[in-house]
């Protein structure tokens, strides 16, 4: 099971952080960072099948690949934006890590407005 492999590797990660964060902090943020890219990459596939997955049910839905492609990103975007906010809290700069956060909330506003745009035109036509 890959997940025990992830977790496994994540708890000895998390324990040489903790275990040199008092001696060598910048050397804890830099391990810390390199176990959350490493993690990242172990399931880099399973993201992409999940993509491939999801296109494939909107070519058969017939639902206009810009959507999708849409949703997709913003996704991204969170997960993206979760993992930088994670790395400044852990180097203890939950400041910049609530601006973080903040900005990718107004880029996911940003990248769903085309789809909010196209509900809205929708909800017109339909009332008469």
């Keep these: 099971m890959e997940i025990v492999q992830i977790v496994g590797f994540g708890l000895i990660a998390a324990i040489l952080v903790v275990l040199l964060k008092n001696q060598r902090p910048e050397i804890a943020v830099l391990l810390s960072v390199t176990a959350g890219v490493i993690i990242f990459l172990l399931v880099a596939t ?17 639902v206009n690949s810009f959507y999708l492609a849409t949703v997709l990103k913003i996704v991204g975007v969170a997960y993206i934006a979760e993992f930088g906010a994670q790395v400044c809290r852990d180097a203890g700069e939950s400041a910049i890590a609530a601006k973080v956060e903040f ?4 880029l996911v506003m940003v990248l769903a407005l085309p789809i909010i745009v196209a509900i809205m035109e929708s909800v017109i036509r339909l009332i008469p």
């Design 103 to 106: 900005a990718a909330k107004v």
């Design 46 to 62: 399973k993201i992409k099948a999940v993509v491939d997955v999801l296109g494939d049910l909107a070519d058969h839905a017939q």
